[in-house]
């Protein structure tokens, strides 16, 4: 895995392209430390945030899912939003919120990166989950490439 300065750097130039503002794909992203062989104590949960604050405690529930590993038969949590899965690839998932005031829904796209999950979460429907998938898959290229 790159090491933690380039991956901080890389994190700033996507999310600043990507997420947040009106017409950027991607309402908010985490980049979460995931490593289910390695001690959990040794890493902070929140690796980066952007468009969002939430503590690692508002993600606990979240990363136990993971765990569990029983992605189509439960809902799941980020913060205060649940979310259902709705397809499953070999290193990404995604989900729609469940709960949301927004009437053109949410969404989430959840992509395992070597010892970090990223997830990039939007507004809208099929084409903005697009747009999703590209961002978030973009920022997963340019990691692994780095990395190697």
Known sequence: ???????????????S??????????????LLNYDPSAPSRLLSLIAEQEGTDLKAVDLNPFIDFVKRNNLQKEFFFIGPEQYLVTSIYEHWFCARCVNTLNPG???AIIMQIASHLLIGMYEGSIGAASRAMVAVDQFAWQLCRKSH
Not at 3 to 12: G, K, N, P, Q
Not at 22 to 27: F, I, T, V
């Open 1 to 15: 895995m790159a090491d933690w300065a380039s991956t901080h750097r890389l994190w700033e130039k996507w999310a």
């Open 105 to 107: 829904g949410e969404g």
């Open 17 to 30: 392209n990507n997420v947040g503002s009106s017409g950027e794909p991607l309402k908010a992203a985490l």
